[in-house]
T-cell receptor
Framework: DSGVTQTPKHLITATGQRVTLRCSPRSGDLSVYWYQQSLDQGLQFLIHYYNGEERAKGNILERFSAQQFPDLHSELNLSSLELGDSALYFC????????????FGPGTRLTVL | AQSVTQLGSHVSVSEGALVLLRCNYSSSVPPYLFWYVQYPNQGLQLLLKYTTGATLVKGINGFEAEFKKSETSFHLTKPSAHMSDAAEYFCAVSDGSGTASKLTFGTGTRLQVTL
């Protein structure tokens, strides 16, 4: 158990819908990262928040957005969903410095029908 | 820009045999390197990491990796494979740029362990 929690574990929805994925980092960790894992794209970095502020963006679509709240939990919002958005979405957390490893949550499997 | 290349998407070894999973990286700055393991339907678990210092890094479950700057490699090894090692392994690189870093992953290597 990494100490990072993600809810829900599974999510099945239809095209055009909007969903919210939630992540709680390890106690004391200030950074939250979101990654997408799909068969065709592999593991891709989406976005990084540090202590409530956005720090880096990767290959994140404009239909996707995220935020980190004062209690440090984070939410990833996916809207106007398409079939191709079906993937595993991981959240990871780390304390502060980049050389500290990132601890991954169990992921949310999103299926868009 | 950083990148990671994992040679071999599938590797099969016999139980008790040497495990060697290859990883080459590209980075314009001194890299921080990581190996993660993913078991079916689970998240990623850190096996080991290299930041600075000793180039031979020991991790969990008997795995180790050696950072070779001249070869831009960070291959993962284990002297004797066990059935429980069957999983997908990912090599990753971070640019170490303070609090705004991210991990760039390789495409993964699926390790199969046979009797």
């Amino acid at each position: 158990d990494s100490g990072v929690t993600q809810t829900p574990k599974h999510l099945i929805t239809a095209t055009g819908q909007r969903v919210t994925l939630r992540c709680s980092p390890r106690s004391g960790d200030l950074s939250v990262y979101w990654y997408q894992q799909s068969l065709d794209q592999g593991l891709q970095f989406l976005i990084h928040y540090y202590n409530g502020e956005e720090r880096a963006k990767g290959n994140i679509l404009e239909r996707f957005s995220a935020q980190q709240f004062p209690d440090l939990h984070s939410e990833l919002n996916l809207s106007s969903l398409e079939l191709g958005d079906s993937a595993l979405y991981f959240c990871a957390s780390s304390y502060e410095s980049s050389y500290n490893e990132q601890f991954f949550g169990p992921g949310t499997r999103l299926t868009v029908l | 820009a950083q990148s990671v290349t994992q040679l071999g998407s599938h590797v099969s070894v016999s139980e008790g045999a040497l495990v060697l999973l290859r990883c080459n990286y590209s980075s314009s700055v001194p890299p921080y390197l990581f190996w993660y393991v993913q078991y079916p339907n689970q998240g990623l678990q850190l096996l080991l990491k290299y930041t600075t210092g000793a180039t031979l890094v020991k991790g969990i479950n008997g795995f180790e990796a050696e950072f070779k700057k001249s070869e831009t490699s960070f291959h993962l090894t284990k002297p004797s494979a066990h059935m429980s090692d069957a999983a997908e392994y990912f090599c990753a690189v971070s640019d170490g740029s303070g609090t705004a870093s991210k991990l760039t992953f390789g495409t993964g290597t699926r390790l199969q362990v046979t009797l």
